[in-house]
């Protein structure tokens, strides 16, 4: 059965992004071969994204998924239906308003492989509800002070039991399991 997994990159303080949603910040670090395969094997474990769709629900190119080298389908939470798109051999699937649904969905698409969540709110959203699996973050040596934070708002403790950390370059690696 599918896993899933809150998957991003964030600042030494937490945010996902800067208070404009940028992420411009997290280019410019060293990155030693070890970062780019433990990332690289993490890609190759997706069978599935959940993100948040646009105001215009389009797929604009720097809005696809990991660049588009996952390959998944990717289940975007709109708060308005909106037919299916297809790019680039990817389909894009609108989901309005329902979280479990987009995650039992997205989990009958990976089959053994792996859930991303991708964003602040639907990761949150997920933790909230038991959904979640494993968290693995990407921390860059920054600190933005405000910004966009990946866990603020959430109602309740989530308890973790790391499952591995690595560092290789800038970046430190750490994955945890979900308890409660």
């Not at 600042?11 to 996902?16: K, N, R, T, Y």
């Not at 959940?50 to 389908?73: F, L, S």
């Amino acid at each position: 059965m599918a896993k899933v997994l809150v998957h991003a990159t964030v600042s030494l303080d937490g945010f996902m992004a800067d208070a404009d949603g940028g992420v411009d910040w997290m280019d410019g670090f060293p990155v030693a071969p070890g970062d780019e395969e433990l990332v690289g094997r993490v890609v190759q474990e997706l069978g599935a994204v959940i993100g948040g769709a646009n105001k215009t629900q389009t797929v604009d190119d720097g809005e696809v998924p990991y660049g588009g080298m996952a390959g998944v389908p990717v289940f975007l939470m709109t708060h308005s239906a909106h037919e299916p798109i297809e790019k680039d051999g990817v389909v894009y699937t609108f989901v309005v308003d329902e979280i479990p649904q987009a995650v039992a969905s997205a989990k009958d698409a990976a089959g053994e492989k792996w859930v991303s969540l991708l964003g602040g709110s639907i990761s949150r959203q997920c933790l909230e509800l038991g959904l979640v699996d494993e968290i693995q973050l990407h921390v860059v040596p920054i600190v933005l002070g405000h910004g966009i934070s990946l866990f603020a708002g959430l109602s309740r403790p989530v308890r973790l039991e790391r499952i591995d950390t690595s560092a290789f370059a800038g970046e430190v690696h750490l994955r945890y399991r979900v308890l409660a």
